[in-house]
């Protein structure tokens, strides 16, 4: 069983940055993926960053070179450092995390554990 908590949601104006953090408890290291999801209103839940078991990262193409995952094993956290943020990055950010190695590291269907998520809203 793992437990997922977002933290570090907040209002920014266009091109400032945030970090997001997720808690982990529970046994994280039987996850293979770990990421951040996101969902604004009216639209479907898509993937925004991954990190596997050996490190390795997926970006949506939406938001690569601004945002960085990264992980903290010794403190069992999940990151997602955002900059020159944008009004379309408005939505309520959800960190997730599955066992299932095969398959789209996007396909939200496949995570196993959520967060409640947190907000990020960002104005021009």
């Known amino acids: 069983q793992v437990r997922l908590v977002e933290s570090g949601g907040d209002s920014v104006q266009s091109g400032g940055s945030l970090r997001l953090s997720c808690a982990v408890s529970g046994n994280p290291h039987s996850m293979y993926y770990m990421g951040w999801f996101r969902q604004a209103p009216g639209k479907l839940r898509e993937g925004v960053a991954v990190i596997d078991s050996d490190g390795y990262t997926n970006y949506a193409d939406s938001v690569a070179g601004r945002f960085t995952i990264s992980r903290d094993n010794a403190k069992k956290t999940l990151y997602l450092e955002m900059n020159r943020l944008r009004p379309e990055d408005t939505a309520m950010y959800y960190c997730?995390?599955?066992?299932?190695?095969?398959?789209?590291?996007?396909?939200?269907?496949?995570?196993?554990?959520w967060g409640q998520g947190t907000q990020v809203t960002v104005s021009s």
């Open positions: 997730a995390a599955r066992k299932l190695r095969i398959g789209t590291w996007s396909d939200y269907g496949l995570y196993n554990y």
